[in-house]
């Protein structure tokens, strides 16, 4: 059941690389017109992007701005191999297998060398204090932090200046959207300067709507404000300082739902094997919860308009975030020493309505459900009509704080390392519920319960809950690393790398679930301790064909601590574990420039071979379905990506990004015991070998890992009455992809889709101001991104759209 490249997918691919090809054979050489230089630190030290031996995609300010890169979305359409959903990113298939407390990310994020666990950082500001974002593919532990075995995203911060400067941002866009921003630079004393920013961002007209009650949803509101410190103490020694804080309280969309409604009333139905009666009347079989979509005569909304819903209960997202990055360089003739602190406080509370729907349009009717045949409910409870007022609140704390001593040499022979001490620490708590808060429908719970198992089994008729479960994890990690580049000849360098990491997680939680436990002491408290080490390397060798040819390869192995699934009731007092990944990887890249420094030709090609990858699985624990993950045995990937950059003629420039990924799990079993609660198997199958026997995976493709991407932009320039004239057009691909390891067609299955942006700015000779209309996804096309398995309580499918098509003007004044 793996993606293959479809027809349509190759010729995309094919025209635009021959639309390419053509466009540079059309142009005339000119050796005044040159490409400028990209500087990254992918490596920890300033070097050329074009000279630098890894696949790394680099977004300075100059070409967010032309290209309009504002946020997560836009910066995966344009970078290879990179796919960013709510809460994970991936990059060449490996990512987050789940946000839940217990996990760790694959990718590692780094602003200005400080490792967080987070994604929010894409939403703080339109980046604008962020002079360069910096993507890097593979594994980077022998120089980077925590488990980063899939690459790394290095988020680079302006830095104070020597002369007073800055910028005003103002912006007003449709969806009653605007943005005001300023940031502003300069020395304070001959030794220390200063940089200031604040930014708000607002939309107060949402993507989403109430039909009945007319509030919006799925809005938009960010307030962020930074200062930093440069001191030059010395000659050779400087410190710097950064604080930042972010409020992104505001009212998210409720989950997007496309399809119809199951409003059918759920029948008794038993085992067609067995003769097992499977359900209580008004649930589906093995669930612990009713489908309150039962008897409503009104359609879902969002048949007619998919932005439309109608609910009794506004969502809301409090994010709030404080953040601290001291840096303190000495600068010798021969040597670096580096010492960077981060310390961040992350506060996340949300809630949204988990019914769906309002309590007026519900048709929950216990008359029309039985308890057995002939014996409807209402008869035990007096009760006929309890509409379900369910409410899903969610929090997370998070404190993190990071040490790390590096020692970067400069020697004046042919050997040269960078060494480093590192010490990250954690802590972090988490609570889930779902509430129910119509006390008759609790009521009723109350009275089914009797009948299952010995009963009575608890139901929490105080406060509400059907499921609560909270958790708290320390992680502590230590590591010592090195790397060493070797000058074998005057083109020829030999990299060697080591690191020694040691993972402690700490963790307990509990959890308490209607009908299941023990009716005298409900809530069941776990806690599970571990710890794991590892060693990885790194071998390397690049080489200098002259200035304009560089080729590099290598072979690395990459490392994943362990770590558990908490908050899963399973009914034991043992927390489930989850092993340490592994990685072997190979990669051949090639950086080339032509046309006389008028095209930047990047390529690369990896091999990975996985031992334990850890995978995300949906699964149904005590009739509460929840995600946990595992581990997959043996799984290999292998990819070819390509970015291009080329000044066409003068004033045109081209670019275009590629990738091409091939996934596979190649040996590996897992349960889909959610399947026989999807479609038709839910009608009394319980029981088939699809949802009892574990599935033989091999072959299957990684999730949220697309066969194809591409993105191309061309941008013209000219002057024109007294103006610099700008025009950009950008074209954005992704190929279909699956949402689960199993890539069942029918749930886990994402189309592909594209988007046209265009922007137009004219701006004066001096470059003081300048005005910028834009227009994103053109077409207007809201396309499906990210979405969750079909609900096993409602049959509910949850869906993250794109955004539609916005448009807007921005003034900058420059000064």
Not at 98 to 124: H, I, K, M
Not at 176 to 190: E, H
Not at 513 to 520: E, H, K, L, S
Not at 626 to 632: C, R
Request: hydrophobic share 35%; aromatic share 12%.
């Amino acid at each position: 059941m793996r993606t293959r490249m479809n027809a349509n997918s190759k010729k995309r691919l094919a025209l635009a690389l021959a639309a390419a090809t053509a466009g540079l054979a059309a142009s005339a050489a000119s050796a005044q017109m040159v490409l400028e230089e990209v500087v990254v630190v992918a490596n920890r030290v300033e070097s050329n992007l074009m000279e630098t031996a890894t696949a790394v995609t680099a977004f300075d300010s100059g070409m967010r701005d032309q290209l309009g890169i504002e946020n997560a979305q836009d910066i995966s359409a344009r970078t290879p191999s990179l796919t960013i959903a709510p809460s994970r990113i991936s990059i060449r298939g490996i990512g987050r297998p789940t946000v839940a407390l217990g996990s760790d990310p694959g990718v590692g994020l780094y602003w200005d060398g400080v490792y967080n666990t987070e994604n929010d950082v894409f939403s703080y500001s339109n980046f604008l204090d962020i002079d360069r974002i910096e993507v890097l593919r593979g594994p980077q532990g022998t120089l980077y932090g925590r488990n980063s075995i899939g690459g790394a995203i290095n988020f680079i911060s302006k830095q104070p200046t020597q002369e007073w400067g800055g910028k005003i941002v103002a912006e007003l866009g449709n969806y009653d959207s605007y943005i005001l921003q300023g940031i502003a630079s300069g020395p304070v004393t001959d030794k220390l300067s200063v940089l200031a920013a604040l930014s708000k961002i607002e939309r107060k007209e949402g993507f989403q709507q109430d039909v009945d009650s007319g509030r919006d949803y799925d809005l938009a509101e960010s307030t962020y404000g930074t200062v930093a410190f440069t001191h030059d103490t010395t000659d050779r020694w400087s410190n710097s300082l950064k604080v930042y804080t972010r409020d992104g309280s505001t009212t998210p969309e409720n989950p997007y739902v496309l399809d119809a409604f199951s409003t059918d009333f759920i029948p008794i139905v038993n085992d067609v094997e067995t003769g097992t009666q499977l359900n209580f009347g008004g649930f589906f079989p093995g669930e612990s919860f009713v489908n309150t979509l039962q008897g409503m005569t009104r359609d879902n909304p969002a048949l007619r308009n998919e932005k439309d819903v109608s609910i009794d209960r506004k969502p809301f997202v409090d994010n709030e975030r404080d953040s601290a990055i001291f840096i303190s360089d000495y600068d010798a003739d021969s040597f670096a020493l580096k010492y960077t602190f981060g310390y961040s406080k992350f506060e996340y509370a949300s809630d949204y309505d988990a019914d769906l729907i309002r309590a007026e349009d519900s048709g929950l009717d216990w008359s029309q459900l039985e308890l057995a045949p002939g014996l409807p409910v209402s008869l035990l409870t007096g009760y006929t009509f309890t509409p379900a007022d369910t409410t899903r609140p969610f929090s997370q704390e998070s404190t993190f704080t990071s040490h790390e001593l590096q020692f970067i040499s400069d020697f004046d022979g042919d050997i040269n390392f960078i060494g480093g001490l590192y010490y990250y620490d954690s802590e972090e708590d988490q609570a889930l519920a779902f509430i129910e808060h119509n006390q008759e429908l609790r009521e009723t719970y109350a009275v089914l319960a009797t009948f299952v198992g010995s009963g009575p089994v608890p139901v929490d008729l105080e406060d509400g809950y059907l499921f609560r479960g909270e958790a708290a994890i320390e992680t502590t990690s230590y590591a010592a690393y090195g790397q060493m580049n070797w000058d074998m000849t005057l083109d020829t360098i030999l990299t060697l790398g080591l690191r020694y990491t040691y993972d402690e997680k700490d963790a307990s939680d509990n959890y308490f679930v209607q009908w299941v436990g023990d009716p005298d002491d409900p809530t069941v408290y776990r806690d599970i301790k571990d710890d794991w080490n590892k060693v990885t390397w790194r071998v390397g060798v690049d080489h200098f064909f002259n200035d304009d040819h560089f080729v590099y390869g290598f072979a690395a192995t990459g490392y994943r601590s362990g770590g558990f699934n908490l908050m899963t009731p399973t009914g034991a007092d043992q927390v489930g574990a989850v092993d340490p990944e592994d990685l072997l990887s190979f990669e051949i890249g090639y950086k080339g420039t032509f046309w006389d420094q008028r095209l930047n030709l990047t390529t690369a090609v990896y091999l990975y071979d996985y031992e334990d990858l850890q995978v995300l699985r949906s699964d149904i624990v005590e009739g509460v379905p929840l995600t946990v993950y595992e581990n997959a045995e043996e799984a290999e990937a292998w990819g070819v990506e390509m970015e291009l950059v080329a000044l066409l003629t003068e004033g045109l420039t081209f670019s275009m990004a590629a990738s091409y990924n091939d996934t596979e799990y190649k040996d590996f079993s897992s349960v889909d015991n959610e399947a026989c609660s999807l479609g038709p198997l839910r009608e009394g199958n319980s029981q088939d070998l699809l949802c009892t026997e574990a599935q033989d995976l091999a072959g299957n493709s990684f999730p949220l890992t697309p066969e194809t991407s591409f993105s191309a932009n061309l941008i013209y320039d000219w002057e024109m009455l007294s103006l610099n004239w700008m025009a950009t057009t950008s074209y954005l691909y992704t190929d279909e992809q699956y949402t689960s390891l199993f890539n069942n067609d029918d749930y886990d299955l994402l189309d592909s889709y594209d988007r046209w942006d265009a922007r137009l700015s004219a701006g004066s000779t001096d470059l003081t101001w300048e005005v910028t209309a834009y227009v994103k996804n053109i077409n207007d096309d809201r396309e499906v991104f990210f979405k969750g398995r079909p609900s096993t309580i409602n049959d509910t499918t949850g869906y993250d759209l794109t955004a539609p098509r916005t448009y807007g003007l921005r003034l900058t004044y420059n000064f």
